[in-house]
Structures are given as C-alpha cells and as structure tokens.
C-alpha cells in the first residue's frame, strides 16, 4: 500500500489522526470534568465539603485518570498484535511495543496535565475541552507543517507532537531520550501546576 512496507504502514497507522483523536479524547475529558466539570455540575461543593483535601481529591481524579491512558493505550498495542497474527505480518519485537506503549503513555500524560492545568482555571468541561482540543489540534498542525515545509523546520521542537515517534520505534527500534525527557517534564510541570492552581483557587 503506497509503496511502504507493512512495518511502515503500521508505525503510519499509529500516527494517524483517528489514532491520536481516540486517544487524546480520554485524555482530554477526563482532565476536563476534574476540576471544571466537577464545578459545572455541582458537585465539587458537595465533595469538598466532606472532610476531603483539595490535594486529596484531585490526587484520585489524577490517578483515575493516568490509569485508565494506561488501559486504553496497552488495548491498541494488543489489538496491533493480534491483527498482525491474522493477517501474517511479521510480529513487532517486545521491546518496540514497550517502547512505544511508553511514548503514548508520556505524549497522552501531558495532554492530560496541560488540559487538567486548562480545567483548574475553568468552570465549564465544555470550554476547557476546546482548549485542550485547540492546544492539541495547533501542536499536531506544527509538527506536521515542520515536517513537510522546509522553511519551518525550526518550529518542530516546540510541538508535543515532535516528541511522539512511532516509526522510529517500530521499525528502528529507537527511542530517543530526549523524548522521554521532554514530555515527562512538560506533563510534571502541568500537573503540579494544575494542583498550586486549584489549592488556592475560590470555589465554586
């Protein structure tokens, strides 16, 4: 198909659109209902008026919700796995696919800070989903735009989605460490970010 091998057209398929909306989409709306949907709906009064820290509280919304990135994510490998045993594609050595579950796993992570940063100022999941969406959709359109136009190839770096390398971990086996570095810090820093924020924040 398209002149690629099968290996390069599923390291393709794992950057294509629908993959990362399906993906972000988790990310994103849980991140969105925390702390903006929580307040749209009522129910954070009721909940922090329960002898409930503010820490406390977003720390279970932020473990629900890196746990369930970390369900849906192994469900594509796993489905990538058995489609290549029916169909008779060569198999992806264990390592690429632990790798790449890693660089999903950290690109999806720091959706979820920089959308659970966007919700701890927020009030509306709705309004905050846009943004998460916009800051998603403006960092794919970078890094794909750096990618093609040789003038911009200065603006890669700057997109989340630079850092996000199916190929080269699937068909070469790399995974470089500056991707780990970078998308580790910037969902560390949202995240704790997000927490100072809704500490000291009023509610509702």
Excluded: C
């Excluded at 990362?20 to 949907?37: E, R």
């Excluded at 329960?50 to 469900?75: D, E, K, N, T």
């Excluded at 190839?153 to 991707?179: C, K, M, Q, W």
């Amino acid at each position: 198909m398209m002149g690629g091998s099968p290996s390069g057209m599923l390291s393709f398929a794992w950057g294509h659109l629908i993959t990362h909306a399906l993906l972000t989409a988790v990310s994103m709306t849980l991140a969105a209902h925390a702390i903006a949907g929580e307040i749209e709906n009522g129910a954070m009064e009721l909940v922090l008026a329960q002898p409930i820290s503010r820490v406390r509280y977003l720390s279970a919304h932020l473990l629900f919700g890196i746990g369930a990135i970390a369900l849906v994510a192994p469900a594509g490998i796993v489905g990538s796995i058995v489609g290549q045993d029916v169909f008779h594609v060569n198999a992806f050595p264990f390592d690429r696919n632990a790798r790449l579950l890693l660089n999903i796993l950290l690109l999806q992570s720091a959706i979820y800070g920089v959308t659970l940063l966007a919700s701890s100022f927020g009030r509306e999941a709705g309004q905050v989903a846009i943004v998460g969406v916009l800051i998603a959709v403006v960092s794919y359109l970078i890094d794909a735009v750096g990618n093609l136009w040789s003038k911009a190839a200065f603006i890669p770096p700057y997109s989340l989605h630079h850092y996000y390398e199916p190929h080269n971990i699937l068909v070469d086996g790399t995974l470089r460490p500056i991707v780990v570095i970078v998308l580790a810090a910037f969902a560390l820093l949202t995240i704790t970010t997000a927490f100072a924020r809704f500490g000291s924040r009023d509610l509702p």
